[in-house]
């Protein structure tokens, strides 16, 4: 359609709700407020509002325009101030401009107010307007606009495709990293859904996402052109796999909705190829940055924010700032019965490995979330053991292992995940260990009661330090000379959302040399 309307020799449009059109106003006239009341009258007709009508002005050179009693008013070249005032159209492309000179988020922007009757046509409408082809299937609804993002993406360099959303200031749930932030002893507030934003994909979800993108300008410069040379982007397993230029780490907020938690997480402030502002000044305006987060197992998503960064395009610079990104929309995480949310956990200590029980179907446990989460898999009965293993120095290491006391017959058959059965005290041993000496392992033969011996918090299952917490909460300090001063939290928590009885535990542990900031945080568990 569009190449129809580009090589037609003339075309009309007839603006049917357009009555009683003042002679005063015509094209030609010199009439001081000319432009003024053509817009405001012209502004006025569904024919500025629909989508397919925005390739029929674009695409043929010559255009006339006519009221409903067929009186001409004007043509596409006198009237291209009004028109591109009234549309938000370059007034070069009216007049016969190259499209490929805009960038693509300025064009998208100029279908952002327009309307369509079939969902699918916000899409096709534009196959014209980006030069790019993809097949016409009535039905599949928003997905036709995915399709149509994914053919823009493969066919130009330009970023400003991603470029879509609001611009803030500054992101929503990021904070400034004070000393309690650091340590990770703020109480970070809970948001409700409607309240943060939302974990989407690369692409947008309509042309109305761009509205406020008509200003942004791709960046013509070398490693603009290169960035997708090494990878260029595609579609993996139904999300965007694409480089990106990563400028910096973003201490952030993530939620929890049941419970009702939140609790620190690193986001990432990438840079688009593209700016804003600055006029038409190649160098001009700022780059913008998007924010995104990680949501495990190597993807991504990001906000609708869009933040101006005042950074220098440099080849070197950006391409050691570069990294793959795998995007997806990612719904929000839910615990379920049995989980161990690690919300605080040791960041000062590298970790080395992760050593789990087995059972006939497998780990006994998977880390989700980030690895936040400890979630029992088929197959496991709820005492199995899983340890995280820290480095303290180059020879020597402690291994912080999380371990349920059974609740109910020693010998029970029934699967851990097969219903929400009640499940005993959490333990958590610290046990360390060097190259030359095994780390102490607990019986795996067989379901094992743990009993609290008292008198220090041993237990006669490990042959370190442990304690058996309690419930519905309980905290434990260990403090030795040989190793770093630990503390720990634990809380038993219900979930309002699942089945009766299912319960998750909330783990909050620290472990640092002892200390000022050693006595500090022993000061706060309590408040934790």
């Given at each position: 359609?569009f190449?129809?309307?580009?090589?037609?020799?003339?075309?009309?449009v007839?603006?049917?709700?357009?009555?009683?059109?003042?002679?005063?106003?015509?094209?030609?006239?010199?009439?001081?407020?000319?432009?003024?009341?053509?817009?405001?009258?012209?502004?006025?007709?569904?024919?500025?509002?629909?989508?397919?009508?925005?390739?029929?002005?674009?695409?043929?050179?010559?255009?006339?325009?006519?009221?409903?009693?067929?009186?001409?008013?004007?043509?596409?070249?006198?009237?291209?101030?009004?028109?591109?005032?009234?549309?938000?159209?370059?007034?070069?492309?009216?007049?016969?401009?190259?499209?490929?000179?805009?960038?693509?988020?300025?064009r998208?922007?100029?279908?952002?107010?327009r309307?369509?009757?079939?969902?699918e046509?916000?899409?096709?409408c534009?196959?014209?307007?980006?030069?790019?082809?993809?097949?016409?299937i009535?039905?599949?609804?928003?997905?036709?606009?995915?399709r149509?993002q994914?053919?823009?993406?493969?066919?130009?360099?330009?970023?400003?495709?991603?470029?879509?959303?609001?611009?803030?200031?500054?992101?929503s749930?990021?904070?400034?990293?004070?000393?309690?932030?650091?340590?990770?002893?703020?109480?970070?507030?809970?948001?409700?859904i409607?309240?943060?934003?939302?974990?989407?994909?690369?692409?947008?979800?309509?042309?109305?996402?761009?509205?406020?993108?008509?200003?942004?300008?791709?960046?013509?410069?070398?490693?603009?052109?290169?960035?997708?040379r090494?990878?260029?982007?595609?579609i993996?397993?139904?999300?965007?796999?694409?480089?990106?230029?990563?400028?910096r780490?973003?201490?952030?907020?993530?939620?929890?909705d049941?419970?009702?938690?939140?609790?620190?997480?690193?986001?990432?402030?990438?840079?688009?190829?593209?700016?804003?502002?600055?006029?038409?000044?190649?160098?001009?305006?700022?780059?913008?940055?998007?924010?995104?987060?990680?949501?495990?197992?190597?993807?991504?998503?990001?906000?609708?924010?869009?933040?101006?960064?005042d950074?220098?395009?440099?080849?070197?610079?950006?391409?050691?700032?570069?990294?793959?990104?795998?995007?997806?929309p990612?719904?929000?995480?839910r615990?379920?019965?049995?989980?161990?949310?690690?919300?605080?956990?040791?960041?000062?200590?590298?970790?080395?490995?992760?050593?789990?029980?087995?059972?006939s179907?497998?780990?006994?446990?998977?880390?989700?979330?980030?690895?936040?989460?400890?979630?029992?898999?088929?197959?496991?009965?709820?005492?199995?053991?899983?340890c995280?293993?820290?480095?303290?120095?180059?020879?020597?290491?402690?291994?912080?292992?999380?371990?349920?006391?059974?609740?109910?017959?020693?010998?029970?058959?029934?699967?851990?995940?097969?219903?929400?059965?009640?499940?005993?005290?959490?333990?958590?041993?610290?046990?360390?260990?060097?190259?030359?000496?095994a780390i102490?392992?607990?019986?795996?033969?067989?379901?094992?009661?743990?009993?609290?011996?008292?008198?220090?918090?041993?237990?006669?299952?490990?042959?370190?330090?442990?304690?058996?917490?309690?419930?519905?909460?309980?905290?434990?300090?260990?403090?030795?000379?040989?190793?770093?001063?630990?503390?720990?939290?634990?809380?038993?928590?219900t979930?309002t959302?699942?089945?009766?009885?299912?319960?998750?535990?909330?783990?909050?542990?620290f472990?640092?040399?002892?200390?000022?900031?050693?006595?500090?945080?022993?000061?706060?568990?309590?408040?934790?």
């Amino acid at each position: 359609m569009f190449r129809w309307y580009k090589n037609a020799e003339l075309c009309y449009v007839y603006l049917s709700d357009l009555v009683g059109w003042d002679d005063g106003v015509q094209d030609g006239e010199d009439h001081p407020d000319r432009d003024g009341a053509i817009r405001q009258r012209l502004g006025q007709c569904r024919w500025f509002t629909r989508g397919w009508t925005l390739q029929e002005l674009l695409a043929p050179r010559h255009v006339q325009f006519y009221v409903s009693d067929w009186r001409e008013i004007g043509n596409k070249v006198g009237l291209h101030r009004v028109l591109s005032a009234i549309t938000g159209i370059d007034k070069d492309i009216l007049l016969g401009g190259n499209l490929s000179n805009v960038s693509v988020a300025r064009r998208m922007s100029w279908a952002s107010d327009r309307k369509t009757s079939r969902i699918e046509d916000a899409a096709y409408c534009l196959l014209g307007i980006f030069d790019v082809n993809i097949p016409l299937i009535y039905g599949e609804g928003p997905k036709a606009f995915r399709r149509l993002q994914e053919a823009i993406m493969v066919s130009t360099y330009d970023q400003s495709l991603f470029a879509w959303g609001q611009f803030v200031d500054s992101p929503s749930d990021i904070f400034d990293q004070d000393s309690d932030t650091r340590l990770d002893l703020r109480t970070l507030p809970w948001k409700s859904i409607d309240q943060r934003p939302r974990r989407l994909g690369l692409f947008a979800d309509s042309p109305l996402d761009f509205r406020a993108s008509r200003d942004i300008r791709p960046v013509d410069h070398q490693y603009a052109h290169a960035l997708y040379r090494n990878r260029a982007p595609s579609i993996v397993s139904g999300g965007v796999m694409t480089n990106m230029v990563i400028r910096r780490r973003l201490p952030s907020v993530a939620y929890l909705d049941d419970p009702e938690l939140a609790y620190k997480e690193e986001a990432e402030l990438a840079i688009l190829l593209c700016r804003v502002g600055g006029g038409t000044s190649v160098n001009g305006g700022k780059l913008i940055g998007i924010v995104i987060r990680p949501c495990g197992d190597g993807y991504y998503s990001r906000t609708d924010e869009l933040v101006p960064v005042d950074e220098f395009v440099s080849f070197y610079r950006f391409h050691n700032w570069t990294r793959p990104r795998h995007f997806l929309p990612w719904p929000d995480f839910r615990l379920r019965h049995g989980d161990i949310f690690l919300r605080r956990w040791p960041s000062g200590f590298r970790k080395i490995d992760d050593w789990r029980a087995f059972v006939s179907s497998g780990p006994s446990w998977r880390r989700v979330c980030l690895e936040k989460v400890l979630r029992p898999q088929d197959g496991a009965r709820g005492n199995e053991y899983f340890c995280i293993i820290h480095e303290l120095n180059s020879s020597e290491k402690i291994g912080i292992t999380l371990k349920r006391t059974l609740c109910g017959p020693a010998h029970s058959s029934s699967s851990f995940s097969s219903s929400p059965r009640p499940f005993g005290n959490l333990l958590v041993d610290a046990s360390s260990f060097n190259d030359q000496t095994a780390i102490p392992e607990y019986n795996l033969r067989g379901p094992q009661s743990i009993v609290d011996s008292g008198g220090g918090g041993r237990c006669r299952e490990s042959p370190q330090y442990s304690h058996v917490m309690a419930i519905p909460s309980d905290t434990w300090e260990l403090e030795r000379d040989h190793l770093p001063r630990i503390y720990a939290k634990v809380q038993r928590m219900t979930l309002t959302g699942g089945e009766d009885g299912s319960e998750v535990d909330i783990v909050d542990l620290f472990m640092l040399w002892d200390g000022p900031l050693a006595q500090r945080i022993k000061r706060a568990m309590p408040d934790l």
